[in-house]
C-alpha cells in the first residue's frame, strides 16, 4: 500500500468514525437489492408452483457465482432449463463440468422446493443429447410439475435459506465427530459421497488443495477469470449480482480510495494481492476434515445427478451447524492442474472414476447469502 493510500484510508476512517452522514454511509454498504432474491424465496406467494420453486432454485450453489441457468415457463406444467453460454469459466472449467453440476443444484433445489407444497416433479434431462466437450443451449431438462399431492416435503428443504458456501477462515480447535460427518454424507441420494476427519488425512488433504489453489492463482489466464468476476462494493455488485463480490464496509472503503482494485488484486508485487492470497490460504488451511464425490463415469447426467446431491451434502451440513466450502482447484482440467489432478484422483479414487466434488468441513463464523439476480432475470415468461 503505498503511503498516499494509506493516509487516504486513515484519513476517511477518522471521518467514517466522526461523521454522522459517514456512519449511516457505512450502515448502508449491504447491497439490499442483491439479496432480496432470499428474502423473496421466504416470503414467496406465487400461485404458480413452477415460480414458487423457481425462486428458490436460483439460490443453489454454483461455481464463481456464475448462476448460468435460463428457465423457460411458457408451457403450462414444465419448466425447461437451458444453460446461459455466456456464464461459462473456459479457462478453469474448460467442459463445463462444474457449471453443468452448479446446473443440478438448481434442479434439486427447484425439486425440493416444489415437494414442499406437495407437487412431484418429473425430470427428461437433456433430451436434445449430451455433448462431452461443451454445454450448448440445448435443452439441460425438462422438469415437468406434477399435481398437488403428488409429493412429500424433504425435511432438508427446512435449511434451504440458510445453506452457504462458508468462505471464511475455520476454527481449528473444534474437531469434527465423525459421526457428525457421516450423518452429512448419508443425505447423498445417488452419488457415493465420502470423507475424513482423521488427523493424517485433514493435513494431507490441506496441503494438496493449498499446491492447487496456488497453481489456479499463479497461472495468469485461470487467475485471470476470477479478477474479471470480481464485484468489489456496493455499487458494483448492486450493477451485476453475480461472480465473486466483496461488500461491506471495508471493502467499499477500500475500493473508494483506490486501495483495492482489480490491477492491484492481479498484480503478485502488490500487498492486496499478498494480504488477498494469505486470506485465501487461511481457508485450506484451516479445513477440519473433508468431504468428497467419486463417479463411475463423467456423463452430462451423472455430473447434473453429482449436482443434486451436492446440495443435498450442502443443506445436511447446514442442519449439522457445520460449515462447508467447495475446493475444486484440484479437480480442474486444464494444463497445468494435470499433476495435482492425477494426485487428487490417486488419493480419492484409486479404484477409477472422477472426483467430482472437494469440499473442507469445519466450524465457522455466520456468513451472509452471496448475491443473486432476481428471479425475473432468468425466467423466460
Known sequence: MKRRQFLALAGGGVVLAAGGGAAAWL????????????????????????????????????????????????????????????????????????????????????????????????????PDGED???LTTDRVAVARFGQPGSARPDPLFAHALDRRSNKEPYDTTRPVDPALLARVLAAARTTPAA??????SIRELRALTHEALRIEIETPRTYGESVDLFRIGRAEVERNPDGIDFTGPLFDTLGAVGVMNRRALADPESQMFKQGLAAVFAN??????????????NGRTTQITAGRDWVRLNLAATREG??????????????????????????????????????????GPRTAPSPRWPLNAKVIV
Open 27 to 126: 450502515t448502508t454498504r449491504t447491497p439490499e437489492r442483491a439479496l432480496a432474491p432470499w428474502k423473496a424465496a421466504a416470503e414467496s406467494e406465487y400461485a404458480d408452483a413452477r415460480l414458487h420453486a423457481l425462486s428458490y432454485a436460483i439460490l443453489a450453489p454454483n461455481p464463481h457465482n456464475r448462476q448460468p441457468w435460463i428457465a423457460d415457463v411458457r408451457t403450462p406444467g414444465e419448466v425447461t432449463l437451458r444453460v446461459d453460454t455466456g456464464r461459462m469459466l473456459p479457462h478453469t472449467d474448460p467442459f463445463n463440468r462444474q457449471i453443468t453440476i452448479g446446473l443440478g443444484c438448481f434442479l434439486e433445489l427447484m425439486t425440493m422446493a416444489a415437494a414442499e407444497r406437495g407437487v412431484g416433479v418429473t425430470l427428461d434431462l437433456f
Open 195 to 200: 470423507g475424513s476427519v482423521d488427523e493424517e
Open 132 to 134: 462431452p466437450e461443451r
Open 322 to 363: 457445520l460449515a462447508m466450502q467447495p475446493l475444486s482447484q484440484a479437480l480442474q482440467e486444464f494444463a497445468e492442474m494435470k499433476p495435482l489432478y492425477d494426485r487428487v484422483h490417486a488419493r480419492l479414487a484409486p479404484q477409477g472414476g472422477v472426483v467430482q466434488m472437494l469440499a473442507r468441513v469445519g466450524y
Open 284 to 297: 485450506t488451511d484451516t479445513a477440519m476434515g473433508h468431504l468428497w464425490m467419486v463417479t463411475a463415469d
